[in-house]
Structure formats: C-alpha cells, structure tokens
C-alpha cells in the first residue's frame, strides 16, 4: 500500500498552451525542431547516435567558425556550458578578469571564484560597451590568466565587440573565453580568426531549440592549459576530458562518461541543420534587418531604448524604457492576456526599467515583430488611459 497517495494532478493531461515568446530566450522551436525530439531514443554509445554526434560537431564548427578539434555539446543548458568553461580552464592559481556590462558578467565572477581563484571585475555604465583599448589597459594592470567577456548581454542588450579580443589577450599570456548565448548566429562570430580560447552558447535563443544541450568548442591553448592543471577538474560531470572522448574528440575509443541527452541532440541537429541551410550570413543580415524594423517601430512610438548609441545594440534583444507613469508589468500581462505574446521585464540592473524585446532564430520574422509592435502599442495605451492625470 503506497503511502503518499496518487498525485490528483497526474491524472489529468498535461497542458501547454501556445505562445509567441519574444523575451530573451526561450525563443518559440520550428514544427522541424519539436518533431526531431519526438522520433525514437538510441542508445548513447549506437553508432547512429554517434553519427548524429559528429554531425553536431560539425554543425557546431560552422556556427563557430572553427577548425578546433575539442568542439562538442555540454549536456545542460547555457549555464552548463558556462560551468564548463570556469571549472576546466580556472584554478586556484588562476587570476581572472570578468568584464561586466550585465549580470553574465557578475555571473562568471561567482562561479570563478567557486573555483578558488582571485577575480577582478571591471564593469560598464548599463548600456556602454568597452573599447579594445581599455580592455588592454586592464590586461595590463591586472595581468590576468584568464578574461571573460559576454559578447550579447541579454540583460542590458548591448553587444561587446571582441573582434580580434584573443589575440590581444594571448600578448597578455591570457586565454579568452566569451558567452555567445545570445548572439550565436545572429551575429557575426569568428573563433578561430578572432583568436577566441573558449567559445559556448545554448540551444534556446538563436538556434530555436528546446534547451538542454549547449555548444562549447576549446582552442588548442585552451586545451593545453586544461591538461596541465595541477588540481583536479572539481567537477567530472563537466570535466572536458572526459567529455571530449565521449564526443569522439580525442582520438580514443569512446567510453561511458554520462548518458547524452538524446532528444535533445536530436533537437540540436535540426537547430545547426536549420542554420546551415539559411548560412550564417543570410541569418546575420536576416536579424539585422529585424531589428532595424522593430527599432522603426519603437521610434514610431516615441518611446526609447536603453542602449542609446546603434552600433552597440545586440540585435537579438532590444531593451526599450518604460515611459514614466507606466508600470512595465500591467503591459507585459496585457500583451500576454490579449495576444499570448511574451514581452519580458528587465533583468539585474535593468529590471522594472525596460521591456525586453527578443528576435531570436524561428521567432525574427516581419509578422511577429508587426504582431508584438501592435500589443505593445495596445498595452501601453490601455495603462495609460487607467492613469486618472492623463484622462
Ligand atoms: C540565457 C543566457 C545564459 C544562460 O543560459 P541558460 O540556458 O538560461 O542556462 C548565459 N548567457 C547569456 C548571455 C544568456 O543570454
Ligand atoms: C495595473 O493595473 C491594475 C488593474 O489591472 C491597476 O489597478 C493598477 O493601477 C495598474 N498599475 C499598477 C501599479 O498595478
């Protein structure tokens, strides 16, 4: 006799409704995409699995723009990937740079130093990016071991250049590792050409997939910095050598290390397969022109963005100020009662002042950014007339 009775709730089907999610990630998933993660599981170790591993690897190579041979899917969501990259390439004798124009920044600090080493954060005005030259100032002063930096910052929607960043930071005796998250695919990224020592992103913003399986490529440097450690990877779910043979990329025999998330590779693959068939350039100039028009439309509205100056917005999130007198989350619920429209809040610094507007992968289309312009619009007018000074 089972003691903790039948749960009422599992009894009745399960309900998800439909919505358009133009926050910034989770982005909607193709009918291609939802169908893949429905076809039949493998066994992880099945040599079909594994061809659709390698066929991974190689999409995820293009998307990176990258010849390096430790390219692979961390199993977990963008915060795995990011996990990743600290506890392989951070040890307690590690000084590390966390540059921070957002909470991503904040965000590698901490688990930097979970890792045991010194970090040093030097953080932007919200909404400014950092010039290559100042970059260099503080590789100077502070001599790190390792840099990070965010290239898309989701949280303030700026986008950081870091076009040629890793060959700067090898002059240092430092390797780069950059947070591509939310910008991978929708804006140009070169790993190999730009010199950039650890690269990863997730499943769920540009590449339209249900999250759970994360991008990650290491440069030779970085690799080599991870098989000279004197301490332990903390983690071995995370270890990269071990990961690194799972996916074939060590030239051993592959081995048990942990169950791969098959439906989630499956979904991965059709992601990377979705970007190939566009090409990288087309998807570039696709979100551009995307955000080019939403940006129109928000102009139109009189309302303002949060990153003032063009040439740093991060084309796959928009961060528009809510007007005075206006509570940002009566419009976000009106545009989701009224239109099952996702529109998020702020996040970190940022949160209660803007509205974050994701173009994202599937979701950049011209009628999804007329469908949210016009609740928006709606949303706005509705709060406003409900406020007694303006009637
Ligand atoms: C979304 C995001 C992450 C975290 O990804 P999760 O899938 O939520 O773990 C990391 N970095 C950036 C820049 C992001 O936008
Ligand atoms: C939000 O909407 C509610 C009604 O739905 C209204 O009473 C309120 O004044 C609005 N503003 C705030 C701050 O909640």
Known sequence: M??????????????????????PGPSNASPRILAAGALP?????????????????KGIQYAFQTKNEVTLAVSGTGHAAMETAACNLIEPKDVVLSVCTGIWGERFADMAERQGAKVVKITKEQGQVFSNQELEQALRRIQPTVMFVTH??????????????????????????????????????YMDKWGIDVLYTGAQKVLSVSPGASPISFSERAWKKTQSRTKRVTSFY????????????????????????????????????????????????????????????????????????????????TAVLVPAGVQWKNVSNYVMEKYRVELAGGLGLSAGKVWRIGL??????????????????????????????RL
């Open 152 to 189: 898309g910052e989701s949280s303030s929607a700026t986008c950081q250049p870091v076009n040629d960043l890793g060959i700067l930071c090898h002059k240092y005796g430092c390797i780069l590792i950059v947070d591509c998250v939310a910008s991978l695919g929708a804006v140009p990224m």
């Open 2 to 23: 089972a003691e903790v009775p039948v749960p009422e709730c599992l009894l009745k089907p399960l309900y998800v409704p439909r919505k358009l999610l133009m926050g």
């Open 360 to 389: 994202m992968g599937y979701n950049a289309t011209p009628d999804n950014i007329r469908l949210l312009l016009r609740a928006l619009r709606e949303g706005i007018t509705t709060e406003q007339t409900r406020i007694p000074s």
């Open 41 to 57: 599981l493998l066994g992880h170790l099945h040599p079909e699995f594994i061809a659709i591993m390698d066929e991974v690897k």
């Open 238 to 317: 995370f270890d990269m050598t071990g990961l690194a043979n799972y996916w074939g990329c060590d030239g051993q025999p592959r081995k048990y290390h942990h169950t791969g998330p098959i439906s989630s590779i499956y979904g991965l693959r059709e992601g990377l397969a979705t970007l190939a068939e566009e090409g990288l350039e087309q998807s570039w100039k696709r979100h551009a022109q995307c955000a080019d028009m939403l940006y129109r439309g928000i102009e139109e509205m009189n309302l303002r963005f949060l990153v003032e100056n063009k040439e740093f917005r991060l084309p796959t999130v």
